[in-house]
């Protein structure tokens, strides 16, 4: 028998930190069990009283969604990071269990008339404007969870919820899977012609977790990059290609984890659920949320951008296929050629070789310059923290500290690609900022990225879209971890806007292109020499290579996304293949074979939170350059960094994301600059 004395139990331990070395599997269940009895209790308390006193009402919500959110958190982001199948097991039941007790707390009626309570006392329009933000966007949650329906409508919405819950681990979940599945071994070194020495001491460590000798392709990140960057077997670039367009398909050669069948119910579950709340489909549903006034706006923004590339990328292409023909041999230019053409064509055309500058970012100098770039911005200080208990020995914690030397919050860093965690990069909330009377909860943030690991005695080396991949990543845990909101429902990332949430990250990839900060945090691995202006130069005059090619790309997942949600028919089903196919006719200048199935994959919208929304990064890319731009020209009052982080970062979602930008810039966002970044139009801001 399971032993439920939470002070056996690490995850209802009121701590500030997860004991991740203590955390077992079968303490999941038993954990989520008393965690959601307690936060019931809690809730049912709270809603009897009748107070119409914020801290009564509001305040002790949050205390309540804290406790337990401070239990679930370490167990989905194990999930993520350290798969096992009995994680996985009492994941998924606790998955079950959180969501079932998620769709009934949102429908609790008693609830949100205690909320609404507060709203309508006499002074509610002189509470402070986060106070009521707080209580607005709670009672927005409560409406969006159906607390309105009625008898059968009612208990179909709470069933929906928990089976698109289920369905959404099952589709990530079959990803992890196929890509894990997915191996090609190779014992002929000849056979990797082209592939960096770096890469193929990835591929040979790669073997030796699986007992073998010679190197292992795998479908994790590093190794799929290395083979359709520089790998000069065709075929083999094809082979690769295919089994990564293929994952968890019907079109992959092991068809087990096939998500077509989980797309078509996610679909229909989607729009019934839209529907019954009187939606017309589930984009408009998701767009209530966003800046985005509906699907219409958001997808003439993405075919404004669409038409104004299009000319740009076309000729991209026609050059692309020119020198594949010229230079390698190549008459015509398939899917699996593309970035290796494209690869090619940097290193001859703009002097930019990957594979070089990766000697110049070992990841400890380029970490280094990273916490420097922060500190010179924001006046915080980044300390590694020896001794705090993690989920693996390669993950590395933080402390923020203040300019005074106070902690103000701390973030995990998870940063390299191995069996059982999740491919891509993100972050993640493991604790809120909360002030709770005399109780002061620092935010704690997770960021965790597949970059390749060290190998034979050298540091992991980034490429330098590593360094804009890490650099976006802080973004996000800065907007978490600088808040200075102490409610969590709108402190940090939480509440604001989707279509805006990417602002401060895309506002920090733009470092990665500043040459001081660039050439300060990098070092050659063998010399410790800095990178030579001649590369930074050569690096940034690349920097609109093929930038049509890519606008398109993300305009053509984003259409596809939002076209998806909001054209779907019950009668003939989600059609995503059909409507993939319709998107790229419309949008795409490079169209992938028949067999290519990148939606089985697309766990943004599918298992993430993108659903009809991953126009967002598009939109907040407008923001983000826009800002940005300002920053670079000083035009900001008070230094860019201290206005950024007062008028972004420290006030989350207390203010809506337009107020917050308003704030900063002095004016509404305008497109210019993001149509400059790209290279669509010309000229510097005036």
Same mark, same amino acid.
């Given at each position: 028998?399971?032993?439920?004395?939470?002070?056996?139990?690490?995850?209802?331990?009121?701590?500030?930190?997860?004991?991740?070395?203590?955390? %077992?599997?079968?303490?999941?269940?038993?954990?989520?069990?008393?965690?959601?009895?307690?936060? $019931?209790? #809690?809730?049912? $308390?709270? *809603?009897?009283?009748?107070?119409?006193?914020? !801290?009564?009402?509001?305040?002790?919500?949050?205390?309540?969604?804290?406790?337990?959110?401070?239990?679930?958190?370490?167990? +989905?982001?194990?999930?993520?990071?350290?798969?096992?199948?009995?994680? %996985?097991?009492?994941?998924?039941?606790?998955?079950?269990?959180?969501?079932?007790?998620?769709?009934?707390?949102?429908?609790?009626? !008693?609830?949100?008339?205690?909320?609404?309570?507060?709203?309508?006392?006499?002074?509610?329009?002189?509470?402070?404007?986060?106070?009521?933000?707080?209580?607005?966007?709670?009672?927005?949650?409560?409406?969006?969870? &159906?607390?309105?329906?009625?008898?059968?409508?009612?208990?179909?919405?709470?069933?929906?919820?928990?089976?698109?819950?289920?369905?959404?681990?099952?589709?990530?979940?079959?990803?992890?899977?196929?890509?894990?599945?997915?191996?090609?071994?190779?014992?002929?070194?000849?056979?990797?012609?082209?592939?960096?020495?770096?890469?193929?001491?990835?591929?040979?460590?790669?073997?030796?977790?699986?007992?073998?000798?010679?190197?292992?392709?795998?479908?994790?990140?590093?190794?799929?990059?290395?083979?359709?960057?520089?790998?000069?077997?065709?075929?083999?670039?094809?082979?690769?290609?295919?089994?990564?367009?293929?994952?968890?398909?019907?079109?992959?050669?092991?068809?087990?984890?096939?998500? *077509?069948?989980?797309?078509?119910?996610?679909?229909?579950?989607?729009?019934?659920?839209?529907?019954?709340?009187?939606?017309?489909?589930?984009?408009?549903?998701?767009?209530?949320?966003?800046?985005?006034?509906?699907?219409?706006?958001?997808?003439?923004?993405?075919?404004?951008? &669409?038409?104004?590339?299009?000319?740009?990328?076309?000729?991209?292409?026609?050059?692309?296929?020119?020198?594949?023909?010229?230079?390698? +041999?190549?008459?015509?230019?398939?899917?699996?050629?593309?970035?290796?053409?494209?690869?090619?064509?940097?290193?001859?055309?703009?002097?930019?070789?990957?594979?070089?500058?990766?000697?110049?970012?070992?990841?400890?100098?380029?970490?280094?310059?990273?916490?420097?770039?922060?500190? $010179?911005?924001?006046?915080?200080?980044?300390?590694?923290?020896?001794?705090?208990?993690?989920?693996?020995?390669?993950?590395?914690?933080?402390?923020?500290?203040?300019?005074?030397?106070?902690?103000?919050? &701390?973030?995990?860093? !998870?940063?390299? #690609?191995?069996?059982?965690?999740?491919?891509?990069?993100?972050?993640?909330?493991?604790? *809120?900022?909360?002030?709770?009377?005399?109780?002061?909860?620092?935010?704690?943030?997770?960021?965790?990225?597949?970059?390749?690991?060290?190998?034979?005695?050298?540091?992991?080396?980034?490429?330098?879209?590593?360094?804009?991949?890490?650099?976006?990543?802080?973004?996000?845990?800065?907007?978490?971890?600088?808040?200075?909101?102490?409610?969590? @429902?709108?402190?940090?990332? @939480?509440?604001?806007?989707?279509?805006?949430?990417?602002?401060? @990250?895309?506002?920090?990839?733009?470092?990665?292109? !500043?040459?001081?900060?660039?050439?300060?945090? *990098?070092?050659?691995?063998?010399?410790?020499?800095?990178?030579?202006?001649?590369?930074?130069?050569?690096?940034?005059?690349?920097?609109?290579?093929? #930038? +049509?090619?890519?606008?398109?790309?993300?305009?053509?997942?984003?259409?596809?996304?939002?076209?998806?949600?909001?054209?779907?028919?019950?009668?003939?089903?989600?059609?995503?293949?059909?409507?993939?196919?319709?998107?790229?006719?419309?949008?795409?200048?490079?169209?992938?074979?028949?067999?290519?199935?990148?939606?089985?994959?697309?766990?943004?919208?599918?298992?993430?939170?993108?659903?009809?929304?991953?126009?967002?990064?598009?939109?907040?890319?407008?923001?983000?350059?826009?800002?940005?731009?300002?920053?670079?020209?000083?035009?900001?009052?008070?230094?860019?960094?201290?206005?950024?982080?007062?008028?972004?970062?420290?006030?989350? #979602?207390?203010?809506?994301?337009?107020?917050?930008?308003?704030?900063?810039?002095? $004016?509404?966002?305008?497109?210019?600059?993001?149509?400059?970044?790209?290279?669509?139009?010309?000229?510097?801001?005036?």
């Amino acid at each position: 028998m399971t032993d439920t004395n939470p002070l056996a139990n690490p995850l209802l331990a009121d701590t500030d930190l997860p004991d991740f070395t203590a955390i %077992r599997p079968e303490h999941v269940v038993p954990a989520m069990e008393q965690a959601i009895t307690a936060h $019931r209790s #809690a809730i049912e $308390r709270i *809603s009897a009283e009748g107070s119409t006193d914020f !801290d009564a009402v509001v305040l002790a919500s949050e205390r309540a969604d804290f406790d337990l959110s401070r239990t679930w958190s370490p167990v +989905g982001h194990l999930a993520s990071v350290a798969d096992t199948p009995e994680l %996985r097991e009492a994941h998924a039941e606790g998955q079950a269990l959180m969501t079932a007790y998620l769709m009934e707390a949102g429908q609790n009626r !008693d609830h949100y008339a205690a909320l609404e309570r507060v709203e309508e006392r006499k002074d509610f329009s002189i509470f402070s404007p986060a106070k009521k933000r707080a209580v607005e966007l709670a009672l927005q949650g409560f409406r969006l969870a &159906g607390v309105a329906l009625e008898g059968e409508a009612r208990q179909r919405f709470l069933d929906i919820g928990v089976e698109l819950s289920d369905l959404s681990v099952k589709f990530a979940n079959a990803v992890l899977d196929a890509t894990e599945a997915w191996t090609e071994h190779v014992t002929d070194e000849a056979a990797l012609a082209g592939v960096p020495d770096s890469d193929k001491v990835i591929l040979a460590a790669y073997a030796q977790e699986k007992g073998l000798d010679g190197w292992l392709i795998t479908l994790r990140q590093p190794s799929v990059l290395a083979i359709l960057l520089h790998a000069k077997d065709r075929a083999l670039r094809e082979r690769v290609y295919r089994a990564n367009a293929t994952r968890a398909s019907d079109e992959a050669e092991d068809s087990s984890f096939d998500n *077509s069948d989980r797309i078509e119910r996610i679909m229909a579950l989607r729009h019934e659920a839209a529907g019954i709340l009187g939606f017309e489909d589930a984009a408009a549903r998701s767009l209530e949320t966003k800046m985005a006034t509906d699907a219409q706006e958001a997808l003439s923004f993405l075919a404004d951008l &669409g038409t104004r590339a299009r000319p740009m990328a076309e000729k991209e292409l026609d050059e692309a296929r020119a020198f594949a023909r010229e230079h390698l +041999g190549l008459d015509t230019l398939e899917s699996w050629d593309q970035n290796y053409v494209a690869e090619a064509m940097r290193r001859t055309l703009h002097g930019v070789d990957q594979e070089a500058l990766k000697a110049y970012f070992p990841l400890p100098k380029v970490l280094a310059g990273t916490e420097a770039l922060i500190e $010179r911005l924001f006046g915080v200080r980044l300390v590694a923290h020896e001794g705090v208990a993690v989920w693996h020995p390669d993950v590395i914690y933080y402390d923020l500290l203040d300019a005074d030397g106070s902690v103000i919050a &701390g973030v995990y860093l !998870d940063l390299f #690609a191995r069996a059982g965690k999740r491919g891509g990069a993100w972050m993640d909330v493991c604790r *809120s900022r909360f002030r709770d009377g005399n109780r002061f909860h620092l935010p704690v943030a997770y960021l965790t990225t597949n970059f390749a690991p060290p190998a034979e005695g050298r540091p992991s080396l980034l490429t330098h879209n590593d360094v804009v991949t890490l650099f976006h990543e802080f973004g996000h845990v800065l907007h978490h971890i600088l808040s200075e909101v102490d409610l969590p @429902s709108i402190g940090g990332i @939480s509440g604001v806007e989707w279509d805006a949430v990417e602002l401060p @990250s895309q506002f920090m990839e733009n470092f990665a292109w !500043d040459k001081a900060t660039l050439i300060g945090l *990098s070092g050659h691995v063998e010399t410790g020499e800095k990178l030579p202006e001649a590369m930074f130069d050569r690096l940034l005059a690349a920097r609109q290579f093929q #930038a +049509g090619l890519a606008l398109l790309r993300q305009v053509e997942f984003a259409t596809f996304d939002l076209t998806l949600h909001r054209d779907y028919d019950p009668a003939g089903g989600a059609r995503v293949n059909e409507t993939l196919a319709a998107v790229r006719k419309a949008v795409a200048v490079l169209h992938p074979p028949a067999w290519n199935r990148f939606a089985h994959a697309f766990t943004h919208i599918f298992a993430g939170g993108y659903a009809a929304g991953y126009y967002s990064y598009l939109w907040a890319e407008l923001l983000s350059a826009d800002a940005f731009e300002l920053f670079a020209h000083a035009d900001i009052a008070g230094g860019g960094g201290t206005a950024f982080r007062r008028e972004i970062l420290a006030v989350g #979602a207390s203010r809506t994301a337009a107020e917050n930008f308003s704030a900063f810039a002095g $004016r509404a966002p305008e497109i210019d600059a993001l149509l400059r970044t790209k290279g669509l139009i010309g000229g510097l801001a005036a």
